[in-house]
């Protein structure tokens, strides 16, 4: 401020002194006289002028000089001058230059090239926060995950670049495998940054994972309050993490906790299939059967599933097979036209052995829907109305191909779960699994085309002591079981979901 003031005055002073002297010229016409040493000059204006301007130069040239000398012993002396400012602004250009080129290269995927451009950046930069993330990027793209790794622990000592540490390292044990490790730093970052969405989801599928339930939940509430999650799907998300803790619960050891879990879990999404059951195997405990079918019938009409049938069957285990098909009359009527419920009242009418009625339910599902399910209860009503063996075993042939119908499938990579989970055990998706049929129709059983033969065979006479659906002993010894008996087998463990193959495992006779 003050040598502002100082240059201003210096400036008026000189501006007045040459209007002074412009003006006595101006007046005496004579110019003016100087004497030095003995000696006189006399200076007409013109030369006066010209004097005074060659004065003024040298003044300003000794004074830049001067200027100059200062700042290099200053520079010498290592203070801050312009020439310091001049060359720090000229490495500050080239590092800017290299910053640039080795981010192009990380584009381009020329990892080495990217190393050796950040190596550059940080000798004439020395801003290690921009050149080591720079670094970390270029070592990952060559595939030097050692001095990546080096490079995000140097990352973590600065304040400003601790998160992208944490995140770097997180990733790089995601991609080792290292799960338990890559949740802790999953963790720090989250506690660092807790409005980051991608920390957000990869923490809450680890916690998945792990299951961690309770800490999934407070994530899946976190992303609730910042507005990145709707409200309904954040219900629906809460309400399978709750049915995962219930279950969790429920290992323990502590069912009355369990019970109330499950409820919840069901009031919070009522047509969530595995809360309903459970909620409702939680009400058949305490003995609330009213509640139990209320709500089974509520998911029912939501979407009809074997597992809804299964749990409303278990309200009363022991009633007959008449009684059964009497009291599920309420469910079949929420959703007659559903394949599932016409499927599940031909299996009750065959349980309670009436054919004609079965018959009826399942309609012309074998032709426009084949699945290996209605394939199967074919086989079972031809069965009990006394049809040629042959006849059923080319029905039990068809099953063996045909679709295996509606499973949990995971949306993003289609992958078939014989459980529902939260969490896709391909994939590892969270809440990506529905009930539909795959493409393809699902996972056939093997070598079905080279059965074929067993099963459908020669009809002919067999003994009243032997199996109504024997397997033609083949050419060669066969070591393996036939598919019809896997699939007999496989169907006798499932009496509520497919009692046809009850009646076919028990070799029903037919009637006449």
């Given at each position: ?210 299951g961690d339930w309770k800490g999934a939940r407070d994530v899946l509430g976190t992303k609730l309050k910042q507005g990145l999650l709707p409200r309904d799907v954040h219900r629906r998300r809460d309400a399978l993490l709750a049915l995962q803790e219930a279950k969790g619960v429920l290992a323990e050891g502590a069912s009355i906790e369990a019970r109330e879990a499950a409820i919840a879990a069901n009031k919070a999404s009522p047509d969530l299939i595995p809360a309903a059951v459970m909620a409702a195997e939680a009400y058949i405990a305490k003995g609330d059967t009213k509640h139990a079918t209320r709500l089974l019938l509520k998911a029912w009409e939501a979407q009809p599933h ?207």
């Amino acid at each position: 401020m003050i040598w502002s003031f100082l240059k201003i005055a210096v400036f008026l002073v000189a501006v007045a002194a040459l209007t002074l002297g412009a003006t006595y010229l101006a007046e005496n016409g004579e110019g003016i006289r100087i004497a030095v040493a003995g000696m006189e000059f006399t200076l007409g204006p013109l030369q006066t002028a010209l004097a005074a301007l060659s004065v003024f130069v040298l003044v300003w040239l000794l004074l830049r000089v001067l200027g100059l000398l200062s700042a290099v012993l200053h520079f010498i002396n290592g203070d801050e001058t312009a020439v310091s400012r001049y060359f720090d602004r000229n490495r500050e250009r080239k590092g800017y230059e290299a910053l640039a080129e080795g981010m192009m290269a990380v584009a381009s995927g020329e990892g080495r090239v990217a190393l050796a451009k950040a190596a550059k950046a940080e000798k004439y930069l020395g801003r290690p926060e921009l050149t080591n993330l720079l670094s970390a990027q270029a070592a990952e793209a060559a595939g030097d995950t050692r001095k990546a790794t080096e490079v995000y622990r140097r990352l973590l000592a600065d304040q400003r670049t601790r998160f992208v540490g944490v995140q770097g390292l997180m990733k790089q044990k995601l991609a080792e495998g290292d799960a338990a490790t890559a949740l802790k730093l999953a963790e720090k970052a989250y506690a660092l940054k807790p409005r980051h969405e991608g920390v957000q989801d990869t923490l809450l599928r680890l916690q998945s994972e792990k299951g961690d339930w309770k800490g999934a939940r407070d994530v899946l509430g976190t992303k609730l309050k910042q507005g990145l999650l709707p409200r309904d799907v954040h219900r629906r998300r809460d309400a399978l993490l709750a049915l995962q803790e219930a279950k969790g619960v429920l290992a323990e050891g502590a069912s009355i906790e369990a019970r109330e879990a499950a409820i919840a879990a069901n009031k919070a999404s009522p047509d969530l299939i595995p809360a309903a059951v459970m909620a409702a195997e939680a009400y058949i405990a305490k003995g609330d059967t009213k509640h139990a079918t209320r709500l089974l019938l509520k998911a029912w009409e939501a979407q009809p599933h074997p597992e809804l049938a299964a749990a409303f069957a278990a309200i009363a285990p022991d009633e007959t097979a008449a009684e059964r098909a009497k009291r599920f009359e309420p469910l079949l009527k929420l959703r007659a036209d559903a394949e599932e419920t016409r499927l599940l009242r031909a299996e009750l009418a065959i349980a309670a052995e009436d054919f004609p009625a079965a018959r009826r339910a399942l309609g012309d599902l074998a032709e426009t829907h084949p699945t290996a399910r209605a394939l199967t209860l074919m086989a079972a009503v031809e069965r009990g109305e006394g049809a040629d063996d042959a006849v059923v075993r080319g029905w039990l042939a068809r099953a063996l191909g045909a679709s295996r119908g509606p499973q949990w499938v995971c949306e993003n990579c289609h992958n078939i779960q014989a459980e529902w989970g939260p969490v896709c055990d391909n994939c590892g998706g969270f809440d990506t699994l529905s009930w539909r049929e795959p493409p393809g129709g699902g996972v056939p059983l093997a070598n079905r085309a080279e059965m074929l033969p067993l099963i459908v065979g020669t009809p002919r006479p067999l003994p009243e002591a032997l199996d109504p659906l024997p397997v033609p002993v083949p050419a060669a010894p066969m070591p393996m079981p036939t598919e019809t008996e896997i699939l007999t087998e496989r169907l006798r463990r499932d009496p509520l979901a497919e009692p046809d193959a009850v009646a076919l495992a028990r070799g029903m006779a037919p009637k006449k």
